[in-house]
């Protein structure tokens, strides 16, 4: 079975109609989740707790979609292991 990872992140926006952070040490990591449902879950959670804040913007960033763990790994890749 494959795993289909999301990343659940935010942070408080330069513009609110840019997405480039302020300041990315203060990105707040929400957490990792298995599948879509409980990471949009946690997304609409932080969304709703930050609504007052025009500048705040959530995110799911969908891992799984980054990588295919079929495919054989880039030399530099193999370096890493």
Do not use: C
């Not at 659940?8 to 203060?26: A, Q, Y």
């Not at 298995?34 to 709703?48: G, L, N, V």
């Amino acid at each position: 079975m494959t795993q289909r990872l999301h990343l659940v992140f935010g942070g408080e926006l330069v513009d609110p109609t840019k997405n480039v952070f302020r300041d990315i040490s203060k990105l707040h990591i929400v957490g990792m989740f298995p599948d879509y449902a409980s990471a949009y879950q946690a997304w609409k959670a932080e969304a709703q707790r930050t609504v007052d804040n025009a500048h705040m913007r959530y995110f799911i960033a969908h891992l799984h979609r980054l990588r295919d763990e079929e495919a054989a790994a880039s030399a530099t890749e193999e370096l890493g292991s």
